[in-house]
Every structure is written in structure tokens, then in C-alpha cells.
């Protein structure tokens, strides 16, 4: 019944001092955290807007093909009633 392999029991001090210890870790990874979250929307929004820039520019392309189409078949239609 002896208390040989037990631990000696921690002092209030030092379980105060893990206290602020794990409080300063928590603060840590929380500052971390909004640095990342930041740069994440940044980048998701820098995405986005080149995603829209594409397909701006694929349908700028779609029209053209379009109106080379029609122009060249209504260009060939007139020629025949002519």
C-alpha cells in the first residue's frame, strides 16, 4: 500500500502554469487558423473570377462562330435566289 511508483501531486502553480500553456497553444492554432482561412478565400475568389473570365471569353467565341455561320449561310441563301 506505499505510494512508490505514484507521481508526487502537482502544485496549484504548476497547474496553473499548463493551464496558460494550453491557453497559449489553443491561441496559437486559432491565429493560424484565420491566417489560413484568409488566404483560402483569396484564393477561391481569385478562382472564381478567372473561371468567369473563361467563360466570358468562351462565349465571345460561341457568338463569332455564330454570326460567321449565319452570315455565311444567309450570304448563300441570297446568291441562290439571285
Not at 493551464?19 to 478562382?47: D, N, P, W, Y
Not at 473563361?54 to 467565341?61: K, T, V
Amino acid at each position: 500500500m506505499g505510494t512508490e511508483g505514484a507521481e508526487p501531486r502537482k502544485t496549484r502553480a504548476e497547474i496553473e502554469k499548463a493551464g496558460v500553456e494550453i491557453m497559449v497553444v489553443v491561441a496559437i492554432i486559432g491565429l493560424l487558423m484565420r491566417v489560413a482561412t484568409v488566404g483560402i478565400s483569396h484564393a477561391i475568389e481569385a478562382s472564381r473570377l478567372r473561371v468567369c473570365l473563361l467563360n466570358m471569353e468562351a462565349i465571345d467565341s460561341a457568338k463569332s462562330l455564330w454570326g460567321w455561320k449565319t452570315k455565311r449561310a444567309t450570304m448563300m441563301r441570297r446568291r441562290r435566289t439571285t
